[in-house]
């Protein structure tokens, strides 16, 4: 009797539930992170792929659609994209620079010993226009003073 006891105890302990393992299953994480690789590989070429079309802006047409540069000079020539305009030219620029979908960026840059008065005078027909996209430039160069 004392044998078939321990042959007993013996296939108890053999049936008995493994212990619980403590470590995730890599399987299915690596089953779907290769699903998500392949759809990833395969939708790229179609995000790159772009046919460029230059439509311009039409000739002789002084307003850039990205960018127009208002520029007051020491010599009193207010100039518009590196041309010199007067105030009535600069008025009819702005309110067709208003009128491009988007409309551009108006950059206001006065030389360092230009005219207060006409870069305030230049200022006022800028604030009287319906241009919505302003912005100075090229005060960074102005920073430090110095008693050369």
Known sequence: MGDKMMASAAIDRAVKAPAPVGEINMTPLIDVLLVLLIMFIITIPIA???????????????????????????????????????????ATNLTLASRVAPEPELQFEPEANASYDLSARTLSIIEASPVTKFGFVGNEKYRKFTTD
Do not use: C, M, Y
Not at 50 to 59: K, N, R, Y
Not at 77 to 82: P, T, Y
């Open 48 to 90: 790159t792929n772009a046919v460029e079309i230059d439509v311009g802006v039409g000739e002789g047409s002084p307003i850039d659609p990205v960018i127009n540069k208002v520029v007051v000079t020491e010599g009193g020539a207010v100039l518009w994209n590196g041309e010199a305009v007067s105030r009535r030219e600069l």
